[in-house]
Every structure is written in C-alpha cells, then in structure tokens.
C-alpha cells in the first residue's frame, strides 16, 4: 500500500538484497514459526517469540515490537529491543502514528523519518531520537468468519536504522507472515483462556477440600450435621467479613495446634 502519508510509492532499491533472497528468508522465518510455537505458553511469550522472528523475515529489520490493542489503552507486548518500546509509546500517549494508523485501518503503513512530521510529530520526534529511519507496521488479523468480522489482534512493528529500508515487496512478504502469525497468536490467545479457567477450577477444588476438611472438624467437636457445620461456617465468614476458605483454612489450623 502507500505510505501512511499517501505518499509517492517508493521503488524496490536495486542495491537492496535480491526479491527471492527475501522471500526465502521469509519462508525460513515461517518455517522457524511453525516449529517454535508449543500452543502450550502464555500469550506475551508467544508473542516475544513472534517478534524474534518476525526479525529473521525482513532483511532490514533491527528491531520488531508486537503491540497489543486492549480495551484500556494499546500496549507494547514483545520487542527484540527494548530501547525501541519509547517510541511506541509515544504513539500511544499521543493517540496517532502509524502503528495506530495500521491498527485502525487494517493495512500496512510504510513510513520515513522525517517525512511525515505533520501528520505525526510525537513519533517523528521520537524514532529520530532512537535513530530510526524507517518503520513498517502490519497489523496481524484474524480473518472474517461466518459470524464475526475481521478481528485486529496485534501490530508488527518493524524498526531499521536505515531509510530505505522497506519497499511494497517487504509489505507483500510481510503479510504472508502475518497471516500465519494471526493462528500463532489466536492460539496462544485460547490457549492462555483455558489455562485461566483450570486454574479457576483448580483453585475451586482446593477451596472445595479445605472446606469439607473444616466441616468434619465442626461436626466431630459439635455432633451436628454437615449442614448445620457448613452454617457455622458462613455464619463466621459473614461475621468476620472473610472469605468461606479463609475461615476454614484457619479452623484447621487450630485444630492442628491443639
């Protein structure tokens, strides 16, 4: 696509690597992709791993940052350079820029340092001071479904400390890329969900054996029923404001004592 300034369309350099020598590294990246990504990891490691080799699939590339678009504010998730983090935010305090521009319209934005002052001077400001000049974001999207719309899922964005860096090849390579980096990170996505809900199911039926262990100490010091133990049991967590396993782990305890 053009640049995010709309642009004149800037050529492939001939001094730049070969086209096919391209798309072969970006084939191996694919590949290095496919092999690395468990599903079994959380969502921010599944996306450092992302930006790691999203690095091996632009030649040019000195550094990649994933943002994250979340209902609070966007986010910066990986980056294979740290330093790189700044200028992403300095989009996100100043609510323009192309990583944002990229997320909101869903196709790629090429831009160079120093050409795009007025429609972004936040992030002007900010790439010429980390010595950046040129910059390439994509944004990875779920495709649209029977039921649902395109999905924005994350950005790449790429760095490099040289301005003519990124042409329209680089932008075609990258979104076949991003294509299969959209099942990396959707996976990762469901993925970290079902961890979250086992380990809501797990803590349960931790809570769950406490309780019933409290029960039986109430009923064997009482002789009561296991209704009428559990009601003691809330009557006190009611009464101390303190949650129904917290009042049994503390039962238990004294029993233990004496």
């Known amino acids: 696509m053009a640049d995010g300034a709309q642009g004149q369309e ?6 730049r690597p070969d086209p096919l020598v391209r798309l072969d590294e970006t084939a191996d990246a694919l590949e290095v ?64 820029g192309p990583c944002l521009q990229s997320a909101q319209t869903l196709e790629a934005v090429r831009a160079v340092v120093g050409e795009h002052g007025d429609l972004w001077p936040e992030f002007e400001a900010a790439a010429d001071e980390a010595g950046v000049r040129a910059y390439l974001s994509v944004p990875v999207v779920l495709p649209a479904s029977d039921t649902a719309g395109a999905q924005h899922v994350g950005t790449l964005n790429i760095y490099s400390y040289t301005a003519t860096a990124f042409d329209p090849f680089d932008e075609g390579l990258m979104r076949l890329f991003t294509t299969a980096a959209s099942a990396t990170i959707v996976s990762a996505q469901r993925w970290q969900r079902l961890r979250e809900q086992l380990q809501h199911m797990e803590r349960a039926l931790e809570s769950r054996a406490t309780i019933e262990q409290a029960k039986g100490a109430l009923m064997a010091v ?37």
Do not use: W
């Not at 800037?10 to 001094?15: A, F, H, I, N, P």
């Not at 009611?238 to 782990?249: C, G, P, S």
């Open 33 to 96: 992709l496919r092999e690395v990504f468990t599903g079994d990891e959380p969502l921010d490691e599944a996306l450092q791993r992302l930006a790691e080799t999203a690095a091996r699939a632009v030649p040019d590339a000195d550094a990649v940052t994933v943002t994250v678009m979340t209902p609070e504010h966007p986010r910066t998730a990986a980056t294979t350079d740290p330093r790189l983090i700044e200028v992403d935010e300095k989009q996100y305090s100043a609510r323009r």
């Open 222 to 258: 009482h002789s009561c029923t296991p209704e009428e133990a559990f009601a003691m049991l809330v009557q006190r967590s009611q009464h101390e404001n303190t949650k129904l396993r917290d009042i049994a782990v503390g039962l238990l305890d004294t029993v233990k004592r004496t």
């Open 10 to 15: 800037r050529s492939v350099d001939e001094d």
